[in-house]
């Protein structure tokens, strides 16, 4: 590490105003070691200590060294465009070695091609500004190589009808997609799958550790290794994944993809209609009732609030589950019949459950419908578990954003899932935060996350660094020109 970051090092012969730092080499030296040894290492590194080179350079020493793929993730866009406009390309000139690095973006910033051509046939457009629009992204859709929403600039940024043809993950068909292989987001991994450095965000990475194992939705390719950058956040958000939600969107999503079905038997295709406006009904009915705070006998409550590792807590959080009072009263009530919290739920369960029969019957169903059917699964599976309510280490929690009504059930405690997910399955696993330590240890964030062994550091951090690295680097071009350097 010294020969890259010492003061004889090739930073420095590259960039004769760069600070030589102890801390930053410090960190360096640290985070190989974890990678060789093959073990977990939490850092903290202030402002000033240079961290991101402090485990790049290394992480890509171990990536071409070993082969084994590194993932960094990030808390946020700024942090990201940081490493793949900047830092990855600068690297790149001075280091001996040439790698390879891919970004990847949570995939609903994606077009998905077989949603797109769906709505072509059917659009779901509302007004002539929309038109315009779709058909700029029908344009779009034929040239770009990414797929990725942030070439379309000169279109709005919250384009109404985006998340009804986005590659969001419950609602693609996987491998039984006719557009597999064009796919953008097949594309995506392929890019990843071929790089050394995979740049992604907190969001996408525990998106995809919640889904991993499964059938459907995880993107990223294998990895030896992750780097967790501003790390003070993942609490927050790998207890978002790992917890369950259903919303009044995702209904609307469900019926609105029930309606491209396409049925060669009319008798099928009117019940299919019926079945659809059961659903619609009773989906008001119910969410009108958790609205108005009634329907559920008026089981709201406020619970306390707990404190995460970023610092958070969740006051504002409505518990569903049911009140002593309740459970007197149900306590009287045959057994089967205990659950049963909400006419409203009731019923549109019951029409939920009519459509996944009705689908599951039709012989050589298509992959849209083996989709709904899944869908319909999950969500009744979802919606039966946060209004059952009685998993003690969840909490359930009712938000209103907009015209959205969103339930949600969330692990109070994220640490027996991270150590069975993460730091038991993965090798090296490097947390680093500006504000990781409390008191001078790091107790507390350990604790929280489950991570029983890890190498700690705090690194020596200095304030007067001047930019110097970074004003060098902005004169720089994008990370795209840079990547087309081979291995
Ligand atoms: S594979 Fe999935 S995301 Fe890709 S085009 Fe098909 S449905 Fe869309």
């Known amino acids: 590490?010294?020969?890259?970051?010492?003061?004889?090092?090739?930073?420095?012969?590259?960039?004769?105003?760069?600070?030589?730092?102890?801390?930053?080499?410090?960190?360096?030296?640290?985070?190989?070691?974890?990678?060789?040894?093959k073990h977990h290492l939490i850092v903290e590194a202030g402002t000033g200590t240079g961290k991101t080179l402090a485990y790049l350079v290394p992480a890509i020493a171990a990536a071409c060294g070993s082969g084994a793929r590194v993932v960094v993730s990030t808390g946020t866009k700024n942090l990201q465009e940081q490493l793949m406009d900047k830092d990855l390309p600068f690297l790149q000139e001075v280091l001996p070695k040439t790698f390879r690095a891919a970004v990847m973006k949570g995939r609903n910033n994606y077009a998905c091609l077989h949603r797109i051509k769906r709505a072509e046939s059917m659009p779901v457009l509302e007004g002539l500004d929309q038109i315009d629009q779709f058909d700029e992204v029908v344009r779009w859709m034929t040239k770009t190589e990414t797929g990725d929403r942030a070439e379309l600039s000169n279109l709005p940024e919250n384009l109404p009808f985006w998340r009804h043809i986005d590659a969001r993950s419950d609602t693609c068909l996987g491998q039984k997609c006719p557009d597999f292989d064009p796919c953008f987001i097949t594309r995506m991994r392929q890019r990843?799958?071929?790089?050394?450095?995979?740049?992604?965000?907190?969001?996408?990475?525990?998106?995809?550790?919640?889904?991993?194992?499964?059938?459907?939705?995880?993107?990223?390719?294998?990895?030896?290794?992750?780097?967790?950058?501003?790390?003070?956040?993942?609490?927050?958000?790998?207890?978002?994944?790992?917890?369950?939600?259903?919303?009044?969107?995702?209904?609307?999503?469900?019926?609105?993809?029930?309606?491209?079905?396409?049925?060669?038997?009319?008798?099928?295709?009117?019940?299919?209609?019926?079945?659809?406006a059961r659903i619609q009904r009773f989906a008001d009915m119910f969410w009108i009732s958790l609205r108005e705070g009634r329907g559920l006998e008026g089981r709201f409550a406020l619970i306390s609030g707990y404190r995460t590792a970023s610092g958070s807590d969740r006051p504002k959080s409505i518990n569903l589950s049911l009140s002593d009072k309740d459970e007197e009263?149900?306590?009287?009530?045959?057994?089967?019949?205990?659950?049963?919290?909400?006419?409203?739920?009731?019923?549109?369960?019951?029409?939920?459950?009519?459509?996944?029969?009705?689908?599951?019957?039709?012989?050589?169903?298509?992959?849209?419908?083996?989709?709904?059917?899944?869908?319909?699964?999950?969500?009744?599976?979802?919606?039966?578990?946060?209004?059952?309510?009685?998993?003690?280490?969840?909490?359930?929690?009712?938000?209103?954003?907009?015209?959205?009504?969103?339930?949600?059930?969330?692990?109070?405690?994220?640490?027996?899932?991270?150590?069975?997910?993460?730091?038991e399955k993965v090798p090296t696993v490097i947390l680093t935060s500006a504000t990781l330590s409390s008191a001078g240890n790091f107790r507390f964030?350990?604790?929280?996350?489950?991570?029983?062994?890890?190498?700690?550091?705090?690194?020596?951090?200095?304030?007067?660094?001047?930019?110097?690295?970074?004003?060098?680097?902005?004169?720089?071009?994008?990370?795209?020109?840079?990547?087309?350097?081979g291995r």
């Not at 090092?9 to 060789?36: C, D, N, S």
């Not at 205990?338 to 019923?347: L, S």
């Not at 929280?448 to 062994?453: A, T």
């Open 1 to 37: 590490m010294k020969t890259v970051f010492g003061p004889e090092g090739v930073i420095a012969k590259a960039h004769p105003e760069y600070e030589h730092r102890p801390g930053q080499i410090e960190m360096a030296t640290a985070v190989l070691r974890a990678f060789e040894q």
């Open 192 to 276: 990843a799958l071929d790089a050394d450095i995979v740049v992604v965000n907190h969001h996408l990475f525990f998106a995809d550790l919640a889904l991993r194992n499964g059938a459907y939705g995880a993107v990223l390719p294998d990895y030896a290794a992750v780097i967790l950058d501003e790390a003070h956040q993942i609490e927050d958000i790998a207890s978002e994944y790992f917890g369950v939600q259903v919303s009044n969107y995702q209904i609307d999503d469900l019926l609105r993809d029930v309606g491209f079905l396409k049925f060669e038997n009319r008798e099928a295709e009117r019940e299919l209609t019926r079945v659809s």
């Open 329 to 423: 009263q149900q306590a009287g009530m045959p057994a089967n019949r205990r659950q049963d919290v909400g006419a409203p739920y009731q019923a549109l369960d019951n029409a939920l459950n009519r459509l996944e029969t009705m689908l599951d019957a039709l012989k050589d169903a298509p992959a849209d419908a083996e989709n709904i059917i899944r869908r319909t699964r999950q969500l009744r599976f979802d919606l039966n578990f946060i209004i059952k309510g009685d998993d003690q280490s969840f909490v359930y929690w009712l938000e209103r954003r907009g015209r959205g009504v969103f339930l949600r059930g969330s692990p109070i405690d994220v640490s027996g899932l991270l150590q069975d997910k993460l730091f």
């Open 445 to 485: 964030i350990r604790e929280r996350l489950g991570l029983d062994e890890a190498e700690e550091m705090i690194a020596e951090s200095i304030f007067d660094f001047g930019g110097a690295l970074s004003a060098a680097a902005d004169a720089r071009p994008p990370f795209a020109t840079m990547g087309a350097r």
